[in-house]
């Protein structure tokens, strides 16, 4: 019966030891996903404000030849 016990407690804790684990990865993947969301972002409005930039300069250009 000891034996028993023994094997069930060792399952016991193998068990909590793959969620932790499980629990671990998704943690990382999750602080993956938000960084590379806020890479993405930071990105996004870089091109925009690229082209906020260039909309600026035609117009300014356009400005200009017309004055």
């Given at each position: ?55 600026f ?8 030849q017309?004055h």
């Open positions: 019966h000891d034996k028993f016990h023994q094997t069930h407690g060792m399952f016991h804790q193998t068990h909590y030891k793959i969620h932790q684990t499980h629990y671990k990865f998704h943690q990382t993947h999750y602080k993956f996903h938000q960084t590379h969301y806020k890479f993405h972002q930071t990105h996004y409005k870089f091109h925009q404000t690229r082209q906020t930039h260039y909309k300069h035609q117009t300014h250009y356009k400005f200009h017309t």
